[in-house]
């Protein structure tokens, strides 16, 4: 399974990402080894889908790194 995500991070804001291996993945931003989030912790898992092909999650990560994406994440994902 591939799995697109959604952190909330300390200062409010989002971020989305993507892995194979999300608990991994998860553990690896609460314990700062992640660069683009280390200095907002704590964060939280607040939402995520699973996918069947890579593609697919890539795909839909983009998407919600996008303006649009943006709106969609905020009305349908976490608001």
């Given at each position: 399974m591939y799995y697109v995500y959604i952190l909330k991070l300390k200062d409010g804001s989002y971020y989305s990402?993507?892995?194979?291996?999300?608990?991994?993945?998860v553990k690896d931003h609460q314990q700062g080894k992640v660069a683009t989030t280390k200095n907002n912790r704590p964060i939280k898992?607040?939402?995520y889908c699973a996918f069947l092909s890579k593609k697919s999650a890539l795909v839909f990560e983009k998407y919600l790194k996008s303006s649009s994406g943006f709106a969609f994440r905020?009305?349908?994902?976490?608001g």
């Open positions: 990402g993507y892995s194979n291996e999300l608990k991994t993945r898992l607040i939402w905020n009305k349908r994902l976490v």
